[in-house]
């Protein structure tokens, strides 16, 4: 009889073993691999000499590697207001295992976050924004081997009427963010990224706007005197002034939306300025923001000449159920951009659905029956067999 009850329990915890062992295995699979799984469908896009711009500067080197850069938008980090503390848990999760595993799997020199980095910027105080910073380099932590830039948006500092000095002033020296401010990727190349408050274009002629417009100035002005300077790529926020979507290629939301016509100076920059910024930084590349929706459109300048805009997707699942970021290829005179989506959240809810059911059957039907396993041994337990 002993032989017997050695036997049964020795079954039962092979059994059980068997069972935590397949719950972590789809644990470890939705919260780890899976990230790893979906980014690697992804890669550096290849420069094609076809695409070169025969009139500018080519590589010193012509064997060099081109700079990788990462674009990140609207991560909307929750504060005290909004949102349940399992939610701010959830997305803040996904956003350090996408942006982890794609640093990893990467490896950009420059990583550029294209605003909205808070949720409640605008609105929380002091202690709260240093926290919010705080778990901002928690998350989203680097080597120094690479370098990050921080645009402001309109949920960091307010829109354009509710910006005040306190909150622009405090997102300046959190994250050493001008109104306007150039970043030369200075390699033996120069190459040349324009970053500006979208909230400080508003054309009316306002202290904040006066300011940022005096800022750009003098940085065009070097760069018009610079003889080694190559054409900017332009950063923004804020889209560039267009009606809607309706143009936008390869447009990921529903064929309805897409239609509605976006408000200046809220959803978009506005005309006046979105045409003064292209005249005056004649943009090789324009990535923005703000809409949570990947767009790519294209703008004219003066000369008939095509400038590409890409529109950056928000990074959180909270606003989308595919978010993406942008890989950046880019020489002086050549570029190519590609668009990586990161997991569905619904893939993983779906997954995890799976692996429920997949545990279940073979709880019920798997093995050796183990349910009769376990009668037998609480029966022979009970009338002392």
């Not at 970043?183 to 706007?209: K, V």
């Not at 002034?241 to 506005?270: E, G």
């Not at 400038?307 to 950056?312: D, L, N, S």
């Not at 606003?319 to 590609?338: C, K």
């Amino acid at each position: 009889m002993k032989i017997i009850n050695v036997c049964c329990y020795q079954a039962m915890l092979h059994f059980l073993a068997k069972i935590v062992c397949l719950i972590l295995f789809i644990f470890i699979y939705c919260e780890f691999l899976i990230y790893y799984f979906v980014l690697l469908g992804c890669s550096w896009p290849q420069l094609s000499k076809i695409n070169q711009d025969f009139t500018v500067k080519p590589p010193n080197d012509p064997n060099k590697k081109p700079l990788h850069v990462m674009f990140i938008a609207d991560t909307h980090l929750l504060g005290s207001r909004e949102g349940h503390w399992f939610d701010k848990l959830r997305r803040e999760w996904q956003m350090y295992r996408s942006f982890q595993s794609a640093r990893f799997l990467f490896e950009p020199h420059v990583i550029f976050f294209l605003g909205d980095i808070t949720d409640e910027g605008k609105w929380c105080s002091d202690h709260e924004w240093e926290k919010t910073v705080s778990r901002f380099h928690s998350l989203f932590s680097v080597p120094t081997s690479t370098k990050l830039y921080v645009l402001a948006g309109n949920h960091d500092i307010g829109f354009h009427y509710d910006v005040s000095d306190g909150r622009l002033e405090r997102f300046e020296k959190s994250f050493q963010a001008p109104h306007v401010r150039l970043i030369t990727i200075d390699d033996d190349d120069n190459i040349d990224f324009i970053l500006i408050n979208s909230m400080a274009f508003e054309g009316d002629q306002c202290r904040l706007c006066a300011r940022a417009e005096k800022e750009l100035n003098e940085i065009v002005n070097n760069l018009h005197r610079s003889e080694t300077s190559t054409k900017p790529v332009l950063l923004s926020h804020f889209p560039l002034y267009r009606v809607s979507d309706a143009n936008c290629s390869l447009w990921t939301q529903s064929s309805s939306s897409k239609f509605v016509s976006h408000k200046q100076r809220y959803d978009v920059l506005s005309q006046e300025a979105s045409e003064n910024l292209l005249k005056k930084i004649k943009p090789r590349l324009v990535f923005t923001a703000h809409t949570h929706d990947f767009c790519y459109t294209e703008h004219t300048d003066m000369k008939g000449k095509k400038i590409p805009e890409w529109t950056v997707p928000s990074f959180s699942w909270r606003y989308r159920d595919d978010p993406s970021l942008m890989l950046l290829s880019i020489t002086t005179n050549n570029e190519r951009v590609s668009h990586c989506r990161l997991p569905r959240e619904s893939t993983v809810f779906w997954s995890y659905g799976i692996g429920a059911f997949l545990l279940i059957f073979y709880i019920l039907f798997g093995g050796r029956r183990p349910f009769g396993l376990f009668a037998f041994c609480f029966l022979r337990k009970r009338i002392k067999l």
